[in-house]
Nanobody
Framework: QVQVVESGGGLVQPGGSLRLSCVASGGIFSRNAMGWYRQVPGKQLVLVAHITTGGSTNYADSVRGRFTISRDNPKNTVYLQMNSLKPEDTAVYYC?????????????WGQGTQVTVSS
């Protein structure tokens, strides 16, 4: 079992920055692929950024060049550095841990953290 806890959300002005953190405890963190997703009320959950166990990254077109995902395996933590924030980045951000197991994939979600970009 993996417990996923996000932190770091809040209110920021357009053009500002925030760093989200996600701690995934339980098991061996380095074996988890990790992702950040976001959801606006009434809309689907969408992938923001993803990082594999080997450190390869992938980003949504809307955030590429502004957001950076990184991981610190000894700290069991993945980060999302968000720069040049826009009002359209306002959403609840969720962290997800994916672990390959025999026969499939176990997926673990955090409770989410609100990010509001507004002047």
């Amino acid at each position: 079992q993996v417990q996923v806890v996000e932190s770091g959300g809040g209110l920021v002005q357009p053009g500002g920055s925030l760093r989200l953190s996600c701690v995934a405890s339980g098991g061996i963190f380095s074996r988890n692929a990790m992702g950040w997703y976001r959801q606006v009320p009434g809309k689907q959950l969408v992938l923001v950024a993803h990082i594999t166990t080997g450190g390869s990254t992938n980003y949504a077109d809307s955030v590429r060049g502004r957001f950076t995902i990184s991981r610190d395996n000894p700290k069991n933590t993945v980060y999302l550095q968000m720069n040049s924030l826009k009002p359209e980045d306002t959403a609840v951000y969720y962290c997800r841990a994916d672990r390959v197991v025999v026969g499939g994939l176990d997926v673990y979600w955090g409770q989410g953290t609100q990010v509001t970009v507004s002047s």
